[in-house]
């Protein structure tokens, strides 16, 4: 079992950045794939960026590609989503999520393990 906690969401104007943290807490940390997905109200719940298990690899959807990165120190048990050059289109609420094994995924249903999300806003 691992428990994800979200956090550093908040309202920015577009054009401007936030870090998003994701605390885990439970199984081996180093041993779990990391992504981040967002949705915003009435839409699908998409892919964002997720990072191999040792955080060697990465991969991002095209929408974030260059603006977003994601990283995570497994000493530290927390994974983060640098987000640069906000655009309004990027608020919805972003979770973080886990999956047992090694490689990064971009699929919802390779994910075991979900946080609550934290909300992101972006103002025009």
């Known amino acids: 079992q691992v428990q994800l906690d979200e956090s550093g969401g908040g309202l920015v104007q577009a054009g401007g950045s936030l870090r998003l943290s994701c605390k885990a807490s439970g199984r081996t940390f180093s041993a779990y794939a990391l992504a981040w997905f967002r949705q915003s109200p009435g839409k699908e719940r998409d892919f964002v960026a997720s990072i191999s298990a040792s955080g060697g690899s990465a991969n991002y959807d095209n929408s974030v590609e260059g603006r977003f990165t994601i990283s995570r120190d497994n000493a530290k048990n927390t994974a983060w989503l640098q987000m640069n050059s906000l655009k309004p289109e990027d608020a919805a609420v972003y979770f973080c999520?886990?999956?047992?094994?090694?490689?990064?995924?971009?699929?919802?249903?390779?994910?075991?393990?979900w946080g609550r999300g934290t909300q992101v806003t972006v103002s025009s």
């Open positions: 999520a886990a999956r047992s094994g090694s490689s990064w995924a971009r699929y919802e249903d390779e994910y075991d393990y």
